[in-house]
């Protein structure tokens, strides 16, 4: 995924149509395509995060959602394309297959947060058994010196 570290959006939506549109007559199955079709979706759910970014800070999208409605086209053709060399099948595989992919980056991004929660009350916990522990050794000292003081 070399191309998609260096491209973002738009630009790597056409990229990855340029690649499929050229690669897909002398492709025998989709594995030679995978990246490219990943590249496809992965650019148009960075205009869709752009889009967000952008309205949340009061910016003008509509660069943005021009540029996803050419992602809608390219994404458009290269169905089509696919459509026509493996199937509708195919396609519906893949639209399958990319909804699973999203549903198990929420789901563990979800643990994540989970987890990353827990540590935190766990320290939190721990902050506060340690100042308590660290104030009643102190008293414990502090009564201990009055008591050997007046002596």
Same mark, same amino acid.
């Given at each position: 995924?070399?191309?998609?570290?260096?491209?973002?959006?738009?630009?790597?939506?056409?990229?990855?149509?340029?690649?499929?549109?050229?690669?897909?007559?002398?492709?025998?199955?989709?594995s030679?395509?995978?990246? #490219?079709?990943?590249? !496809?979706?992965?650019?148009? %759910? @960075?205009? &869709?995060?752009?889009?967000? *970014? +952008?309205r /949340? $800070?009061?910016?003008?999208?509509?660069?943005t959602?021009?540029?996803?409605?050419?992602?809608?086209?390219h994404?458009?053709?290269?169905?089509?394309?696919?459509?026509?060399?493996?199937?509708?099948?195919?396609?519906?595989?893949?639209?399958?297959?990319?909804?699973e992919?999203?549903f198990?980056?929420? #789901?563990?991004?979800a !643990?994540?947060?989970?987890? %990353? @929660?827990? &540590?935190?009350?766990?320290? *939190? +916990?721990? /902050? $506060?058994?340690?100042?308590?522990?660290?104030?009643?050794?102190?008293?414990?000292?502090?009564?201990?010196?009055?008591?050997?003081?007046?002596?």
């Amino acid at each position: 995924m070399a191309v998609a570290e260096i491209l973002a959006g738009i630009a790597l939506v056409k990229k990855s149509a340029e690649i499929i549109s050229k690669g897909l007559n002398a492709a025998q199955d989709m594995s030679s395509l995978a990246s #490219q079709v990943d590249d !496809l979706f992965e650019g148009k %759910k @960075q205009l &869709k995060h752009q889009e967000r *970014q +952008e309205r /949340a $800070v009061g910016k003008s999208p509509t660069q943005t959602i021009i540029d996803q409605k050419l992602a809608d086209e390219h994404i458009a053709e290269i169905k089509a394309l696919i459509i026509a060399r493996f199937g509708f099948y195919a396609w519906t595989d893949i639209i399958k297959l990319q909804k699973e992919a999203a549903f198990e980056e929420k #789901q563990r991004q979800a !643990l994540e947060r989970k987890t %990353k @929660q827990q &540590k935190r009350e766990d320290m *939190q +916990e721990a /902050a $506060v058994v340690g100042g308590s522990l660290a104030v009643g050794i102190a008293l414990v000292l502090l009564v201990g010196f009055t008591v050997w003081a007046m002596q």
